[in-house]
């Protein structure tokens, strides 16, 4: 199984709201990552979590709250988020060993638009 | 300047063309390099990884030249399907998790 799964596939929020976006692999990976991509630009790296702990932070603001409460699972909470908060998040995993090659495989995403 | 830097395009082609994309990385500590392929509203997928001595998958040539900081994708005798968004792609990261980089994407359109 070469699947990451995401959801919601969308989901509309009022800048005031709390929610999360969900992400799940069954491939044994123990590194996963959150992307955010704008229309018409490349994904920008969020978030890396090596064997369960954050080990990258790309200087995300606070209202973007990462989770990984298990190797399979990886989530992202959000709360009073802003209109250009508006983009796909793409959640992708990989094996974590000291190999630059390994393959990152992503999810389909998750279309957010903050209102 | 841009840590990945690629000509956004369009390419528009006839199907059969050879076609070329190329792309600059400023980092010279980088780890590895790849093509990923992005379909409209799709996620994007690894394409073939780029090695020093080069590689070939079908019609698909990808060469990396570490002095120069370039690499460089040729695909030959275009199919309709190639019509996508092309992303090169730098890993930064020398340790047990990918530090990707991607370059601004090059759209190929391929017409009949």
């Known amino acids: 199984d070469t699947e990451v799964t995401q959801t919601p596939k969308h989901l509309v929020m009022g800048m005031t709201n709390k929610k999360s976006l969900k992400c799940e692999q069954h491939?044994?990976?123990?590194?996963m990552y959150w992307y955010k991509q704008k229309a018409k630009k490349p994904p920008e790296l969020m978030f890396v979590?090596?064997?369960?702990?954050?080990?990258i932070n790309e200087s995300v603001p606070s209202r973007f709250s990462p989770e990984c409460p298990n190797s399979s699972l990886l989530n992202l909470h959000l709360h009073a988020l802003q209109p250009e908060d508006s983009a796909l998040y793409l959640c992708?995993?990989?094996?974590?060993?000291?190999?630059?090659?390994?393959?990152?495989?992503f999810g389909p995403g998750t279309r957010l638009t903050v209102l | 300047r841009k840590e990945v830097e690629q000509d956004p395009g369009p390419f528009n082609v006839p199907e059969g063309a050879t076609v070329a994309f190329n792309c600059t990385y400023s980092?010279?500590?980088?780890?590895?390099f790849f093509w990923y392929r992005q379909d409209c509203r799709k996620e994007p997928k690894l394409l073939m990884s780029?090695?020093?001595s080069g590689n070939e998958d079908g019609r698909f040539t990808a060469q990396l030249n570490r002095a120069s900081q370039y690499i460089s994708l040729l695909i030959r005798d275009s199919k309709l399907s190639d019509s996508a968004t092309y992303l090169c792609?730098?890993?930064?990261?020398?340790?047990?998790?990918?530090?990707?980089?991607f370059g601004q994407g090059t759209t190929l359109q391929v017409k009949p």
């Open positions: 992708a995993s990989s094996q974590a060993s000291a190999n630059p090659w390994n393959e990152q495989f």
């Open positions: 491939m044994g990976h123990r590194a």
């Open positions: 979590y090596s064997y369960e702990k954050l080990s």
């Open positions: 980092n010279s500590a980088s780890q590895s």
């Open positions: 780029v090695y020093s």
């Open positions: 792609v730098v890993n930064l990261s020398p340790g047990n998790t990918g530090k990707l980089i």
